[in-house]
């Protein structure tokens, strides 16, 4: 048993062998968090806590990402549909950017061999999109920022609103895809079941 088990959360996926959780309640023990962000990691008994303490950075940082590239004059706003909409996005991006990467993330009673497992995990083939250069920090909060973007609008709302009725309809790849989603139906021990399950509606 771990310490998200003491409080009321849904599994959202598995980041490597790690598991994600959102929280249901407010928590406040090993780590403190509320519903407002993930947490990768369940505290004392599973995997050190580290918490995303501000999605709506994260999924500005990740589209800052995307947006940069498209600066080139030589990319076509036709084969790249993004492009167009770098006039009216980066305006709202710009007022929810972090400072730095690291002002996302929360590390709880994480040791320094803690933090060497975890490089190694997301430098390892279990990893979809494995973490090859770079700051490792930003790459972590983009990993989060996108699956947020994608998959958890909702806990960047402020951000997500000020995009447009449809957003996703001007993307082509995906980068990171580092979370894995547990289907629906499938058995859960998280003490508030599969954060998607198939008649949970996203908004």
Not at 164 to 186: S, V
Request: proline fraction near 8%.
């Amino acid at each position: 048993m771990s310490h998200m088990d003491s409080f009321k959360h849904e599994i959202t996926g598995l980041f490597g062998s790690i598991p994600v959780y959102h929280p249901l309640e407010e928590i406040d023990g090993d780590f403190e968090a509320d519903q407002t962000q993930l947490i990768l990691g369940g505290g004392s008994g599973e995997h050190p806590a580290m918490v995303i303490e501000n999605p709506v950075q994260a999924v500005a940082l990740f589209l800052k990402k995307k947006l940069e590239p498209l600066k080139d004059p030589k990319l076509k706003e036709k084969y790249y549909p993004l492009k167009r909409l770098m006039p009216e996005w980066e305006p709202v991006i710009d007022r929810f950017l972090p400072d730095t990467a690291d002002e996302v993330l929360a590390f709880y009673d994480w040791e320094a061999e803690d933090f060497e497992r975890f490089e190694e995990l997301c430098r390892s083939s279990a990893m979809p999109n494995d973490f090859w250069k770079g700051d490792f920090h930003e790459w972590l909060v983009l990993s989060f920022g996108e699956f947020i973007f994608f998959a958890m609008p909702e806990l960047a709302a402020d951000l997500m609103h000020k995009l447009g009725e449809d957003p996703y309809q001007h993307f082509r790849h995906t980068e990171y895809n580092n979370i894995g989603l547990i289907p629906p139906n499938f058995p859960v021990y998280a003490n508030g079941g599969n954060g998607f399950e198939s008649h949970r509606k996203r908004t």
